[in-house]
């Protein structure tokens, strides 16, 4: 599994976008990129997942660029509820069974 | 998706004594996935459970300490044994299943333990 870099933490206010990026200079091939939001005392939640290029949903966008060495989790206009812990994970996915190898994340606050 | 109900929510345990977690999924899935979070930190995975057979352990966790079980596809428990403070951590059980264009986990609310 791809090893994965990521800021330690980051600071934003209400209202504004919040840009964290990931490293993961050996990605392979067959790899996805997921990225999972913690609460505190709750379990990871799925956010976002992606090959290459851009993703969009309803929460966030991810920006892959062509070589995918590295990822970009978009949160617009963030609020204090989006105050948590930012997991970015790269690994192949096979149909319903992968293991999920967690990197230090990036523990987001949000103020007003 | 898949709902993950895990128990007890919280525990305080006494030294060399055992706990055994509780998780029971919504859903019949092939593998079951239990993570320890100590505090501030990451997860780690601790072992990957398939019903009927052992279960497979990462490096670092070894059967005697963390027995489980998987008796069916929508069950399986973790029992941490012989408990030391070091032990005192989250423990989630997790699930992946495939939803429309993406592989998503889904976890347990964990199970904080706390070992006095």
């Known amino acids: 599994l791809a090893k994965t870099t990521q800021p330690i933490s980051m600071d934003s206010y209400e209202g504004q976008e919040v840009n964290i990026t990931c490293s993961h200079n050996?990605?392979?091939?067959?790899?996805?990129i997921t990225w999972y939001q913690q609460f505190p005392s709750q379990g990871p939640r799925f956010i976002i997942q992606g090959y290459k290029t851009k993703v969009t949903n309803e929460v966030a966008s991810l920006f892959i660029p062509a070589d995918r060495k590295s990822s970009t989790l978009s949160l617009p206009r963030v609020s204090l509820s989006d105050t948590a812990v930012y997991y970015c994970l790269v690994g192949d996915i096979p149909g319903g069974g992968n293991k999920l190898t967690f990197g230090t994340g990036t523990q987001l606050k949000v103020e007003l | 998706s898949a709902v993950i109900s895990q128990k007890p929510s919280r525990d305080i345990c006494q030294r060399g004594t055992s706990l055994t977690i509780q998780c029971q999924v919504d859903?019949?899935?092939?593998?079951m996935f239990w993570y320890r979070q100590q505090p501030g930190q990451s997860l780690t995975l601790i072992a990957t459970a398939n019903q009927g057979s052992e279960a497979t352990y990462e490096s670092g966790f070894v059967i005697d300490k963390f027995p489980i079980s998987r008796p069916n596809l929508t069950f399986s428990t973790l029992t941490v044994s012989n408990m030391s403070p070091e032990d005192s951590s989250i423990y989630l059980c997790s699930v992946t299943t495939e939803g429309g264009m993406n592989t998503e986990a889904f976890f347990g609310q964990g199970t904080r333990l706390t070992v006095v």
């Open positions: 050996n990605i392979a091939t067959n790899d996805y």
């Open positions: 859903s019949q899935v092939t593998m």
